[in-house]
Structures are given as C-alpha cells and as structure tokens.
Nanobody, 111 residues
Framework: VQLVESGGGLVQPGGSLRLSCAAS????????MYWSRQAPGKERELVAT????????TYADSVKGRFTISRDNAKNTVYLQMNSLKPEDTAVYYC?????WGQGTQVTVSS
C-alpha cells in the first residue's frame, strides 16, 4: 500500500492550491479516503473525507466552504482543492486510507 501526496507549496493569502494523492497497492475504489493536516505544535486534524464512490463528503468546520475533496477512481487519485487560503491553513497535509498515511506535503500560506 502506498499513498503519495503532491501539490503543496507556498501561496499568498486568498490563493488556491490543489493537492493530489496517488494511491497504489489496494482496491482504491472500495475505500473511503481522508485528508488531514498538522500544523507546528498542534495535533493532527481531520480536514475532509470522501466515501468510496465519492457520493458523500464531510469537512472540518474550519475549511467548510473553502476546500473540496474529490476522487477519480479510474486514476486511483484523491484530490483536495483549497481556495481562499488563510495563514492558519499552513500545515503539512496528509492523505490517509486503508490504514496507511502518505508522507505529507507542506502547504504554507504567507505574504
């Protein structure tokens, strides 16, 4: 099982980023997937979830209305579209599924 995140970087407040998580080694289309984040000195926070077929999603209150989780089961990939980014969104973002964490991708929101 492997999850590989990409798409992080430095962005100004109000900007956008799209994170991707490429999955391999398990039947991706059969599992719910998750994005979490961890800021320095803080506990890891669940940001968004999506069910196996993508029919249901949930979000943390802190990102609701700004972030969108989606998936492409043909590409074994889950995405996190992040809009209207704020400095407090700065964190390492992790993909999670089937008991496995990705290595994380850094998102920094700063002017």
């Amino acid at each position: 099982v492997q999850l590989v995140e990409s798409g992080g970087g430095l962005v100004q407040p109000g900007g956008s980023l799209r994170l991707s998580c490429a999955a391999s080694g398990f039947p991706f289309r059969s599992y719910s997937m998750y994005w979490s984040r961890q800021a320095p000195g803080k506990e890891r926070e669940l940001v968004a979830t999506i069910t196996s077929a993508g029919g249901s999603t949930t979000y943390a209150d802190s990102v609701k209305g700004r972030f969108t989780i989606s998936r492409d089961n043909a590409k074994n990939t889950v995405y996190l579209q992040m809009n209207s980014l704020k400095p407090e969104d700065t964190a390492v973002y992790y993909c999670y599924g089937v008991g496995t964490w990705g290595q994380g991708t850094q998102v920094t929101v700063s002017s």
